[in-house]
């Protein structure tokens, strides 16, 4: 055997949670400080269309300007910061926008 190593689980995902920009961990993070309330259990729910126009209007770019698919890979730095995500897509004929509702994992029912 070489002297390459196959990555662990842990490093394979440390590798992925790299390649999402600044530009995109900054636009999620000014909507959940606009859309959390003050008082009661922290859910927030983002869509990919205020996330993908939040991070356009930063750029200063087109509407219709492609984001990158890995930058739509941040659930797991969002999730090491405290964070329980749940992503729902639309399924076969289904037709609504890709949303993440983030809740706070400190008051959520599975950490109880």
Known sequence: MGEVKPITPREA?????????????TAINELLAEKVRPVGRIS???TMTEIGDRV??????DQDVHIPGEC?????????????????????NEKYD???TFTDKATSADSF
């Not at 356009?56 to 770019?61: G, Q, T």
């Not at 739509?72 to 076969?92: N, R």
């Open 13 to 25: 995902r440390q590798a992925m949670v790299t390649k999402v920009p600044d530009y995109m961990i």
């Open 44 to 46: 927030v729910t983002l």
């Open 56 to 61: 356009r209007r930063a750029l200063n770019v």
């Open 72 to 92: 739509w890979d941040f659930e797991p730095i969002f999730e090491k910061a405290g964070w329980k995500i749940s992503c729902d897509s639309p399924g076969y």
């Open 98 to 100: 890709t949303n993440w």
